[in-house]
């Protein structure tokens, strides 16, 4: 049964704030504000007793950088920031104006401008702005670029430590573009307590999700002094332009989600920023409890957290076994954002941050989840212990969908259908399978487990209330990723798979190359892999695997173009034996070009644009990179340099060195 997370305390801090004016309407919201206060502490003096939260914890890391290509309307012909839904712009380290013909990218401390040309060709560096921040990416908004600074190095190597949020800030800056695309020097800037857990643009609107820890003092280790606690220790604050201005989020306009499994002292502070605005106002809204993924379309925000413990190995969270997950709906306003209610899912989203978002979307007013069962990931090798047969198809599926619908008075998530279900029992993913690729397109959703084949599944949603499986597909290996390809196709990037014969009981399987996979879902109950390339040996890896942001695509009349980065591993090793495990040496990275033949429904690979060997000589690179296709110009952001090269050609690389 779906459990209703609005608790007394949430009701009551969510109480209007707006008055008329008179002094019994001002007493009124003084006494509301003083009761919500004093809510948060209690929760909070509570949550910091219950847990042992250790001194922050700092170390050095690197993670790859964190499905509809957004389609420039402007003069130029450009493709721009790979997107999960049309409309909602998301943070990226590249982006595309063709109203002033200019590249705006992350460089070293600050922001580069580049110029083209009418044909694409980049011809020079206009403009190195140094504004000494570590600019996680950017946005474009009409006549204004904005940049976002985090100071944290990655937020997910210390998602269990608490404290570790409580040192950290997001930065804001707003630049002016000038009539030549330049950016004007001077600027203004706001400063938030809290690390930046994900944004998203929305016509005008910048929203951000921040994550906060309380300002705290230790008795001793492991020990808070909770008894002098006030509310500015515990709400975040922020700053404009060097000056402090107080807190960012007012007490009346907080969540508490009480029915959590166990408590926890986080603040996650939800900004909405009027980009319109030249003084950069903004509204806030807080939600004190966990959330690790967002999800946006273009009329609300979706937070999701566990809602039970789960424990950190080698890396990775390990899920114990009937986890769930909360969500929580909060719809774009007039000024910000507003709560909309909470529901919940079994299972959870997966490791992977990045594609967490993916397993969400809207569409006409209900949310769709897919879920997923297994307790822990699989590592290289791809095994998993076989459990005994249950008999049961609904507690043997490791993946489930559920669709959730706002009930009549907006507080709560009410679950409207789920699939598996006791009418259509068949399970999604065989057992022990793992849920890796999962894209909405419309009504239909497309998922992808794997073990040692790769199933693809296509979800009927068209009836939100009685979801069934449409169609499936076996082939080798698997996809990370499924994005669509004009009307009827799919593009799978991922890895191919040999299974291990020696694997007995385990079942297991090898990845070998990157795997380029073509799918055609015209008839949905029965797609078909119409193409396929594999790329390199064991050991090949691309930034496209990690990072929806490392594909791009551009479609024209007939065809679609999409490139993505590999790193090709080749080289024979002396080790060698033969066996599906040998692990090949780095032999070279390059952009890979490829048109989808529409009508034909081929794959061609039109060349690549190899970055020279004296620039390549460590393939282990984390810098992101990206890509923009601009008329028949593709250029490659990698590392210091644009790396350029007309679309037909197969070698002529010319090289912009941004320093």
Known sequence: MLRL???????????????????????????????????????????????????????IFDIPGVVTAEVDSSAARASSTNL?????????????????????????????????????????????????????GLYLADNKLVAIDD????????????????????????????NDGTLNPDYEYLSFEGALISSRKVDQRLYLVLRHFPSVTYKQEGVIDTEELTIEDVL????????DQGLSVEAINCVINEETAH????????????????????????????????????????????????????????YDSGISTDIHKFSFADNGVTYQGSGQVKGHLGW???????????????????????DRPWLDFAIAETTAETGNPLETSPVRLTVLRPNTDATALEEVATLPNEQRPAPIGKENEQLYASQFIGDKAYLVTFRVIDPLYVLNIENPTDPFIEGELEIDGYSDYLFPVGNDLLIGIGKDAVADENSGEWGGAWYQGVKLSLVDVSD?????????????????????????????????????????????????????????????????????????DLQQKTLNQVGLVEVPEKDSQNYYHYLPQRSRMIEDQVHFLYEENFYSQDWQAEQDVSVLNRN
């Open 151 to 178: 100071a944290s190095l990655s937020i997910w190597d210390h998602w269990f430590e608490p404290t570790y949020f409580g040192s950290q800030k997001t930065d804001v800056r707003v630049l002016q573009i000038t």
């Open 236 to 243: 975040p604050s922020y700053s404009k332009n060097n000056l």
């Open 84 to 136: 999960q839904e049309q409309g909602v712009d998301e943070l990226d380290s590249l982006k595309v104006s063709t109203e002033n013909s200019v590249l705006y990218s992350v460089y070293k401390n600050g922001i580069q401008v580049t110029g083209f040309d009418a044909d694409g060709s980049l011809t020079e560096k206009k403009q190195n702005l140094d504004i000494e921040a570590n600019l996680k």
């Open 5 to 59: 997370f609005i608790s007394v305390s949430m009701t009551l801090l969510l109480t209007s704030c707006g008055g008329s004016g008179s002094s019994s309407s001002e007493d009124d919201t003084q006494k509301k504000k003083q009761q919500a206060e004093e809510q948060i502490l209690d929760y909070m003096k509570g949550a910091l007793s219950e847990n042992a939260y250790s001194y922050p914890q700092y170390g």
């Open 524 to 596: 949905p109950t029965n797609p078909t892999e119409v193409d396929r390339v594999t790329i390199g040996k064991r050991g090949t890896s691309s930034q496209a695997l990690y990072s929806h942001h490392a594909y791009n695509q551009m479609a024209l009349d007939g065809l679609t173009r999409f490139t993505l980065p590999i790193e090709v591993h080749n080289e024979v090793q002396q080790y060698h034996s033969g066996s599906p495990s040998d692990w090949f040496g780095y032999s070279f990275t390059a952009l890979f070009k490829y048109e989808v």
């Open 263 to 318: 408590q926890q002292a986080n603040v996650l502070n939800i900004v909405s920023i009027d980009l319109s605005s030249d003084n950069l106002d903004f509204d806030s809204q807080c939600y004190v409890g966990d959330a690790e993924a967002l999800y946006a379309s273009t009329q609300a925000i979706y937070l999701a957290s566990t809602s039970h413990n789960y424990g950190y190995e080698n890396g990775r969270p390990v």
């Open 352 to 374: 992977d941050s990045n594609r967490k978002s993916f397993r969400m979307s809207e569409h006409q007013g209900d949310l769709r989840v897919i879920s997923f069962d297994e």
